[in-house]
């Protein structure tokens, strides 16, 4: 059974950067999408990127060309990082598989704000 810890996020100012981690206790080599989503105050959780084994990568328009995602199968770890950074993406980031049928982290929460 695999385990998901989400780190990385924090307070940062409009325009900054940060990149999240997500490191599985158990092997993602035979996950063939993962993804990170967000759920903002209010609002459903959504997904805001994807990638496949094969390095295939899909954005959400609202952070296509600010965002990539990336993974290290052999560090059991998906990457986000996250430029540009905006208020609207404040939200509790978590990872999961594509559809996400993992038993979901405590995710880590992004705030955007002057």
């Known amino acids: 059974q695999v385990q998901l810890v989400e780190t990385g996020g924090g307070l940062v100012q409009p325009g900054g950067s940060l990149r999240l981690s997500c490191a599985a206790s158990?092997?993602?080599?035979?996950?063939?999408?993962m993804g990170w989503y967000r759920q903002a105050p209010g609002k459903e959780r959504e997904l805001v990127a994807s990638?496949?084994?094969?390095?295939?990568?899909n954005y959400a328009d609202s952070v296509k060309g600010r965002f990539a995602i990336s993974r290290d199968n052999a560090k059991n770890t998906v990457y986000l990082q996250m430029n540009s950074l905006k208020p609207e993406d404040t939200a509790v980031y978590y990872c999961?598989?594509?559809?996400?049928?993992?038993?979901w982290g405590q995710g880590t929460q992004v705030t955007v704000s002057s």
């Open positions: 158990g092997s993602i080599f035979s996950i063939n999408v």
């Open positions: 999961n598989g594509r559809p996400p049928y993992i038993i």
């Open positions: 990638i496949t084994n094969g390095g295939r990568t």
